[in-house]
């Protein structure tokens, strides 16, 4: 059987920390230290471990706020041009993971800290309640797909023993976000094993490790998003069609794994770009791939996408017959977004001395509860394995003659692309290739 997929995931954390060592107040650990009780899991749809919980949604995608799906959108594009204003070459972040995991964390923030964090988000027109009820749905209905596409979210948090957290932020956290609340000295030996078993559970065994080392001392808490995502193409690419193809990227010519299609797919024809949409099986999310013209530098051509645009854009897609190429890549990054988040406006957050997280913890004094990393491990793989089955699948129902290719793309120059739950128009996953043979 031969399953054309992508695999992707994304890890967030966001550590907490004191200026005073706070082990030593003479508090009782917080209460949560059971988890929820494990969810009933399927197997994965490209044969991994079993990741994502099927169950009955609770709600459907209408029932997600679209003030949240517009907020996320700016935010991804705004956290987009952060990294690559930092970074040169490929990137692949989730937007969504971060989103969640500064939500998770705005709950214990106050005045102007809390101010900040939702200004930075974009959620600034919203209430705290629209907030939580709107993550509530949103992730419920990204993790009640398809049998052909696998999403699974996992949020925890892990809190040092001795500190005293407020119930409020901690019950708000478990009720709205499904997370677990694990109590525990983060400056032990055993610490980093605990979190990284979480992690490697979470994340399918793709991201094994978050911590080589114990906490520092000041740190209080470490928040953790992870995000898993597994499924088929809608339309497969063959295999016999993948062939070697030259890829111009901005050091010069390499070679490229390309793989084709001849497909009835969503397609524009934009001012200086094409792009195409691919489905994955069910048609409830698909890659959405710009390639800028040959002419156009791609770091150029991203400086005309924000969120206006992109929603212009995903208006614009019409039905059309022609052939794709696209080629195989894999990447893996760990990156820091302190100053991405501190060059949004969330600095405050970040400073020792200003922030205000006096919902988060019962800390007094010189006890300033502040963020002290917030960081993201990533991974995507698109490719092709396994033998011959998955060819009815690019049957198009409906068509009795070959049709004209009105359009070829092929992305063998640096390119765009997205992950986007079709239903809710949620951004999962964003990222870019310059070079798929370092990816």
Same mark, same amino acid.
């Given at each position: 059987? &031969?399953? %054309? ?5 994304? =890890? ?19 209460? @949560? ?19 994502? #919980? ?14 949240? &799906? ?9 956290? /987009? ?13 989730? #937007?969504?993971?971060?989103? &969640? ?55 925890? $948090? ?5 500190? !005293? ?11 709205? /976000? ?26 399918? @065994?793709?991201?094994?490790? =978050? ?8 740190? &209080? ?45 969503? /397609? ?9 949409? $691919? ?39 019409? !039905?059309? %017959?022609?052939?794709?190429? =696209? ?7 760990? +990156? #820091? ?78 390119? +765009? ?23």
């Amino acid at each position: 059987m &031969i399953l %054309h997929k992508i695999a992707a995931l994304a =890890l967030t954390a966001a550590l907490a920390a004191s200026l005073a060592g706070c082990g030593a107040n003479g508090a009782e650990p917080a209460d @949560g230290e059971s988890q929820p009780a494990a969810p009933t899991v399927t197997p994965s749809p490209n044969g991994g471990e079993p990741t994502a #919980p099927l169950q009955q949604a609770r709600f459907a995608p209408a029932d997600v706020d679209p003030r949240l &799906i517009e907020a996320q959108t700016r935010f991804a594009f705004d956290v /987009y041009r952060e990294l690559s204003a930092r970074e040169a070459g490929n990137r692949f972040f989730s #937007p969504i993971s971060l989103s &969640i995991a500064l939500a998770m964390t705005m709950n214990g923030a106050e005045g102007e800290t809390l101010d900040a964090m939702k200004r930075t988000l974009a959620l600034d027109a919203l209430e705290d309640d629209e907030i939580q009820s709107g993550y509530e749905a949103l992730a419920d209905v990204l993790m009640r797909g398809t049998d052909g596409i696998q999403v699974a979210l996992a949020n925890s $948090l892990w809190a040092d023993e001795g500190v !005293p957290f407020r119930e409020a932020f901690l019950d708000t956290n478990r009720a709205r /976000y499904d997370a677990a609340v694990e109590t525990l000295d983060l400056q032990s030996a055993e610490a980093p094993e605990r979190i990284n078993d979480w992690v490697r559970e979470k994340t399918n @065994g793709k991201i094994d490790k =978050l911590l080589d080392d114990p906490l520092d001392d000041n740190s &209080i808490l470490l928040l953790l998003n992870a995000i898993y995502f597994d499924a088929n193409w809608a339309s497969p690419f063959r295999e016999d069609r993948t062939a070697v193809r030259p890829f111009d990227g901005p050091n010069g010519v390499v070679d490229a794994s390309m793989m084709f299609q001849e497909e009835t797919l969503p /397609y524009l024809d934009g001012d200086g770009f094409q792009a195409v949409r $691919l489905p994955y099986a069910g048609h409830e999310a698909s890659m959405v791939v710009f390639v800028p013209d040959e002419n156009v530098a791609l770091d150029d051509w991203m400086k005309t996408m924000n969120a206006a645009s992109w929603t212009r854009h995903m208006n614009a897609f019409t !039905p059309t %017959h022609g052939v794709v190429g =696209l080629p195989k890549f894999q990447m893996e990054q760990d +990156f #820091p977004l302190n100053d991405a988040l501190k060059n949004l406006g969330m600095g405050v957050a970040f400073d020792d001395k200003a922030a205000d997280f006096s919902r988060m913890t019962e800390l007094t004094g010189n006890n300033t509860v502040f963020l002290k990393q917030v960081q993201q491990k990533t991974f995507v793989d698109v490719q092709e394995q396994g033998t011959v089955a998955a060819a009815v699948t690019s049957v198009e129902v409906g068509v009795v003659s070959a049709p004209v290719v009105s359009f070829e793309l092929e992305a063998n120059r640096p390119f +765009f692309f997205a992950i986007r739950d079709d239903r809710t128009g949620a951004i999962l996953f964003m990222g870019a290739v310059y070079d798929p043979a370092t990816a």
